[in-house]
């Protein structure tokens, strides 16, 4: 969570772990494919900042296809009970 | 933090009659959305729905059938986005039928929601992260008590 405070390079983000330049920055590369990350040249270098909205967004679908599903489930239980009902009566 | 949907329903009906409800284009439906499903593995389909556009979706879920075991389980994966073919969920839907005591267990699992994956990795990656900058914060605070005790 080094990114949520600040912006920093990918320079600086590398010198704070064991791993090469090239591994930091392929991780970054993937983040920000999802949208966790945003990436934003200032002069020669590469700033990273932590995207809180890409984690938002996906608890939002989150959220919404629970209650969509329960919704639904409940309808489907509804229409199966009455079609059930009608059948039997024919 | 949620990752994952499941729900667990009961139907005081048997199998075959909640597999009909789940796989026959005019009753699915009825209860769920319009669209144009068929049992077959690899079959591409739509839902079409009302446009969410707080949540960047345009109302259509594009599908593809991934299996299909008759009365026992159907899966089909779930992406949708903005528009223009652009992707922002992508995840599967999965429906498990259980036989019970006069009717059926229905359990429905919406997961893989692509993001997660990579989230999960990141979390993984920051963890293994975090042992090397608190191994580097535990050198620098010593070093700097270290520094202090010589300066008393």
Known sequence: ?90 | MQKDIQHIWFFQHPPDRVWEFLTKQELLEKWLMENDFKPIVGHRFQFNTKPKVKFGFDGIVYCEVLEVVPFQKLSYSWKGGPGKGKIVLDSIVTWTLTPKDNGTELILDHKGFAGWKNFIAYMVMNSGWKIHVKKRLDNLINNTNAHKSTGI
């Open chain 1, 1 to 90: 969570m080094m990114l949520s405070k600040e912006r920093l390079t990918i320079n600086a983000l590398a010198g704070n772990f064991d791993m090469s330049r090239p591994a930091v920055s392929k991780h970054i590369k993937v983040l920000h494919s999802t949208g966790f990350v945003s990436i934003e040249d200032i002069g020669r270098e590469r700033y990273c900042t932590l995207n809180e909205e890409g984690f938002n967004q996906l608890q939002n679908w989150i959220h919404y296809f629970d209650r969509f599903w329960n919704k639904k489930l409940k309808k489907l239980e509804v229409l199966m009970n009455q079609h059930t009902k009608t059948k039997r009566k024919k």
